[in-house]
């Protein structure tokens, strides 16, 4: 787990070999919890869950909870229990701003003081930090409450990833030591069968919706009183402009109390959105197959069109250049004066076509419009 771009997707990759798609700017790439199996020795394997941070930029924060609740409480249906878990974090962070500590505090909701013993919170990127820097802001990590200190009061590891195989290999081993764990969120809603507004994570991230709801009313309330002092001062544009971005901010809220009303499901209800969803996935991509294959036929057309046009094209440089050569002939002809011609007594080999020879016995094939019959009964070229 961790925020984006701190490193989840490049982890996975180094340990199992696989392609994982990995962003490289701010723009998320695990969209969904993905599991990747990582070959550990002849008996048995690992398989590490990635999963989406609490600041993706393409889904709100009830979306991804409901993601991670969901896959988590799968896995402990069927009797998957988890190693250990991995939160990273990136050392060339400068501070710890609002969206990291969201995603921690969703972090430590999710996991419960229990299970705290089977996590490592990973520093990443070193390689892109002055090592001295870098130990500073570990250490200010570490010593710090709000940060990692009270984490690793309870149980929490600290370790470093240096972006090679064998750092992840190496933080692999000291997970797979672990005993098999339960987090808070899989009890919550397995067990106790808790809403997920009920359990630790629901209400944090419903506390945040409030506090976000809070301040957005405090700034319509300031443009509020900004409108009417414009309209005081017959100021119709100020007045305009307050009046927009009120409307602004009243979608802000009102997103924001339909993501409260989102946490209020149940795991069963969960189920059945991820299941209505995987049929409208499943017709998208069928949709999005018949448009492949009907833009793969008008590729296939358009080839063939440009083929029968270059044809034609040919066809028609062959025909100027018969009649050019026919042209030369009747030229040559007509030097010598009219030649008289004789219908051979071979058939036409095409309507209004003949092949004659004349009294020199040059032997011609010639269309109907290349010759004329004569008063004296004759054919002349």
């Known amino acids: 787990m961790g925020m984006t771009g701190s490193g989840k997707s490049t982890f996975i990759s180094l340990c199992t070999g696989q392609d994982v798609p990995v962003g490289h700017d701010l723009q998320a790439c695990t969209q969904h919890v993905t599991a990747y199996q990582c070959k550990w020795s002849d008996t048995y394997d690992i398989y590490l869950l990635d999963t989406p941070g609490f600041d993706d930029t393409n889904r709100s924060d009830t979306e991804v909870l409901k993601e991670i609740a969901l896959s988590l409480a799968k896995t402990y249906e069927d009797n998957v229990k988890l190693s250990g878990i991995l939160y990273l974090h990136r050392i060339t962070d400068r501070r710890l701003g609002g969206s990291a500590q969201k995603n921690l505090m969703m972090f430590r909701k999710l996991c419960g003081k229990d299970s705290l013993k089977n996590v490592i919170l990973v520093t990443t990127m070193w390689e892109g930090e002055d090592a001295a820097t870098g130990e500073r802001r570990e250490q200010e990590l570490i010593a710090t409450d709000g940060f990692w200190g009270a984490l690793v009061e309870e149980g929490a590891q600290v370790n470093r990833h240096n972006n090679t195989r064998s750092s992840a290999m190496s933080l692999l081993r000291t997970v797979a030591k672990n005993n098999?764990?339960?987090?808070?969120?899989?009890?919550?809603?397995?067990?106790?069968?808790?809403?997920?507004?009920?359990?630790?994570?629901?209400?944090?991230?419903?506390?945040?919706?409030?506090?976000?709801?809070?301040?957005?009313?405090?700034?319509?309330?300031?443009?509020?009183?900004?409108?009417?002092?414009?309209?005081?001062?017959?100021?119709?544009?100020?007045?305009?402009?307050?009046?927009?971005?009120?409307?602004?901010?009243?979608?802000?809220?009102?997103?924001?109390?339909?993501?409260?009303?989102?946490?209020?499901?149940?795991?069963?209800?969960?189920?059945?959105?991820?299941?209505?969803?995987?049929?409208?996935?499943?017709?998208?991509?069928?949709?999005?197959?018949?448009?492949?294959?009907?833009?793969?036929?008008?590729?296939?057309?358009?080839?063939?069109?440009?083929?029968?046009?270059?044809?034609?094209?040919?066809?028609?440089?062959?025909?100027?250049?018969?009649?050019?050569?026919?042209?030369?002939?009747?030229?040559?002809l007509s030097g010598r004066g009219n030649a008289t011609m004789e219908i051979s007594s071979m058939r036409p080999r095409s309507s209004g076509s003949h092949y004659v020879a004349d009294s020199n016995n040059v032997k011609l094939f010639l269309s109907g419009r290349h010759y004329f019959l004569g008063g004296d009964n004759k054919y002349y070229a």
């Open 180 to 332: 098999r764990v339960t987090i808070s969120i899989q009890k919550e809603m397995v067990s106790e069968h808790k809403d997920l507004n009920e359990t630790e994570a629901g209400i944090g991230l419903n506390s945040n919706i409030l506090l976000a709801e809070q301040r957005v009313m405090k700034e319509m309330s300031e443009a509020l009183e900004m409108e009417r002092q414009a309209r005081k001062d017959q100021d119709e544009k100020s007045a305009e402009e307050q009046r927009q971005y009120r409307e602004t901010m009243q979608k802000k809220i009102d997103h924001l109390n339909q993501e409260r009303e989102n946490l209020k499901v149940s795991l069963e209800e969960m189920k059945e959105q991820r299941r209505r969803f995987k049929v409208l996935e499943g017709k998208y991509k069928e949709s999005q197959e018949r448009m492949r294959q009907q833009d793969k036929k008008i590729e296939s057309l358009e080839k063939e069109h440009k083929q029968h046009k270059s044809r034609e094209k040919d066809i028609l440089q062959q025909t100027e250049e018969a009649t050019k050569e026919i042209e030369s002939l009747r030229l040559q």
